[in-house]
């Protein structure tokens, strides 16, 4: 490793530390150490690093660019709350190609290098998820709903082709 790239990946690391440690960010780095998010509960004070309101990034961990950022509503920005647990889960495999967001109990997957915002896929009511080990395939759990008498489900769910190849009523 020449002595520009080991810095560079020490700038990086630093860069990222900093940003934790004055911003509030957390963040995670994907499964292949190919992507990271920082996700950040923005304070009453707007800080340089959130340009454009973006509450969600994903770099790429060895340039530091940004692949995808994500936005929220005025509303949503305006909390201080940190997220509970971790609101990304990156699809297990070797590409890191997927991965899956949580919030209000709506599952979104999306596509890791994809430029446009759109989900592939989209799933209402879920209470917790997990990623097939080895596959694109997400397990998913809806509880029951006494208002709309429908009992509580596990659906397996495979992102490329977007069929549920499995579905248990419990």
Known sequence: MSKVSFYGEVLLHLTLLFVVLIHRLSYLISLQERNIWSHTALMKL?????INRAWLH???AKTGKVIRSFRK????LATTEPLQGTPIKWANGNDDKYFAIM???VLHV????????????????????SWSPTDPIIAAF??????????AKVTLIDVQ??????QKNL
């Open 46 to 50: 707007q800080l340089p690093i959130l």
């Open 161 to 166: 082709s977007k069929q549920e190849p499995r």
């Open 58 to 60: 994903i770099f790429h």
């Open 142 to 151: 809806v509880p029951e709903s006494c208002t709309e008498d429908q009992p």
């Open 110 to 129: 999306y596509e890791t290098v994809a430029k446009i915002d759109d989900c592939s896929l989209k799933m209402k009511d879920v209470q917790s998820f």
């Open 73 to 76: 509503n005025a509303d949503v």
């Open 103 to 105: 919030e209000n109990n």
